[in-house]
């Protein structure tokens, strides 16, 4: 799914302003973002996010707690069924208020998707070369097919692949190099927001850290930002500046990337933690401990706080009461009734 084959009609001119003054809005942010499906799944509720150039946000939680949706969200890419409310400011601009055709020049220009399982998704009968090109010519207007062509293959390389394997059909590419290829796609526009849904969860170790690499070096030289989204902490922390963790549609933790993966204050936060130990890191040498259960299904969420039922060191009160982030120690916000009572969330976490 890409917004590009689905639209149709002359292309607007007007292109993201990418040469802000100091001291202007952040390149996103996101205020009090809700979404429904079909009127009856929350699967994003409340969440606030704000991502600066040049800073990479990692966003943490298992299959279903609706990481994805909020992506999709961020560009309007959703099914119609899906219902937003709030607000997603990029540059300051309200992307739920845009126009179509202020979204349309702002997808793969403003921020691009690697979406969640794209590297499968490529068009097999088509070289990627041309599939690289199709977002330059829908989105340039001036661009020739034979410039795009030029611009596909300096994108291969910039991702890491010689020029000449534009003229390679998807089946001829390793997972590595697919993902390498749906990268250049991404930044084919020149975005200033990249996001990254799962982008290294099919592929094994060895080339996940190097895909890891890549994007971190991309980030840095363009000075774009990054939302990388995964259920690996682990990779996160390794990864991004900062973490918001998402449990039944909201977030739960957020704070300095390092902080919540070492200490994290959201018992869910800290299950994630320890669930993907960093190999060779000495401080996670403690035996990953298993979160028994699953996130809830969004249609049916439980009373109180949404993971009391899954919670170690929940108390009788959290299946009735809800909690709201706050304060946490360090830069660190938190979504739990212990944060106040650090003592004996200490105590108990570690029982
Ligand atoms: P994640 O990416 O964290 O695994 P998703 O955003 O894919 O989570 O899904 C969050 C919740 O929303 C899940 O319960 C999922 O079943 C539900 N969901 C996702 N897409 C749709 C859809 N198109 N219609 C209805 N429910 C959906
Ligand atoms: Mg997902």
Same mark, same amino acid.
């Given at each position: 799914m890409t917004a590009t084959t689905t639209t149709t009609g002359p292309e607007p001119s007007a292109s993201p302003d990418l040469s802000k003054p100091v001291g202007d809005p952040p390149l996103l942010e996101v205020r009090n973002l809700t979404v429904t499906y079909g009127g009856t799944v929350p699967a994003v509720r409340g969440v606030d996010l704000r991502v600066e150039a040049g800073q990479k946000l990692g966003i943490a939680g298992e299959s279903g707690c609706g990481k994805s949706t909020l992506a999709l969200a961020l560009l309007r890419l959703l099914p119609a069924t899906a219902k937003l409310t709030g607000e997603i400011l990029l540059d300051g601009e309200d992307v739920l208020t845009m126009k179509w055709g202020r979204l349309r020049a702002v997808r793969w220009a403003g921020a691009s998707i690697v979406f969640q399982g794209a590297m499968h998704s490529l068009n097999a009968v088509h070289r990627v070369g041309d599939q690289i090109a199709e977002p330059i010519l829908l989105h340039n207007a001036k661009a020739t097919p034979a410039a795009a062509r030029r611009r596909a293959g300096e994108l291969l390389e910039q991702v890491g692949l010689p020029a000449a394997?534009?003229?390679?059909?998807?089946?001829? =590419?390793?997972?590595?190099?697919?993902?390498?290829?749906? +990268?250049?796609?991404? =930044?084919?526009c020149d975005p200033r927001l990249i996001i990254a849904d799962e982008p290294t969860t099919a592929l094994?170790?060895? +080339?996940? %850290?190097?895909i890891l690499r890549l994007i971190e070096q991309l980030v840095a030289d363009q000075d774009v930002g990054l939302i990388m989204i995964s259920?690996? =902490?682990a990779v996160l922390a390794d990864t991004c500046d900062r973490l918001s963790v998402m449990y039944a549609g909201r977030v739960? *933790? *957020?704070?300095?990337a390092r902080q919540v993966y070492a200490e994290a204050r959201h018992p869910y936060g800290r299950a994630l933690s320890t669930a993907f130990p960093r190999i060779g890191d000495p401080a996670s040498r403690r035996a990953p401990r298993g979160l028994p259960g699953d996130p809830p299904d969004p249609a049916a969420l439980p009373g109180g706080c949404t993971f009391h039922p899954r919670c170690p060191v929940a108390l009788d009160s959290c299946a009735t009461e809800d909690q709201e982030l706050r304060? %946490?120690?360090g830069e660190r916000r938190a979504a739990c009734v212990l944060v106040d009572a650090p003592a004996a969330d200490d105590s108990r976490s570690t029982s």
């Open positions: 394997r534009a003229q390679a059909y998807p089946h001829e =590419l390793s997972g590595g190099q697919r993902q390498r290829v749906m +990268i250049a796609m991404a =930044l084919a094994d170790v060895m +080339i996940q %850290a190097q259920h690996d =902490l739960v *933790e *957020e704070g300095p304060e %946490a120690g």
